[in-house]
């Protein structure tokens, strides 16, 4: 029992961590949280979906939060 609220404490700090990367726009390594990408470029759910069906970035889901890779954003950027 005691290494369940071990794993428990974990993933609870891990979830807090994300939720203040989320909460600053910071970027872990190459990605960036959604809302820091909507933020910079003023998009709302739908056009940036438009971005990920046309594959013009790159994304990936961790449950059900998406992360864009800096890479493609700026290969988007430089392309338009």
Do not use: C
């Amino acid at each position: 029992m005691n290494e369940y609220q071990k794993l428990m404490s974990e993933i609870t700090l891990i979830k807090q961590s994300l939720f203040a990367i989320e909460r600053n726009g910071s970027a872990i390594g190459d990605w960036l949280p959604k809302k820091a990408v909507m933020r910079y470029f003023d998009y709302g759910d739908n056009q940036l979906r438009v971005l990920e069906r046309t594959k013009a970035i790159e994304i990936s889901k961790v449950g059900r939060r998406k992360f864009y890779s800096l890479n493609s954003i700026i290969a988007l950027i430089d392309k338009n």
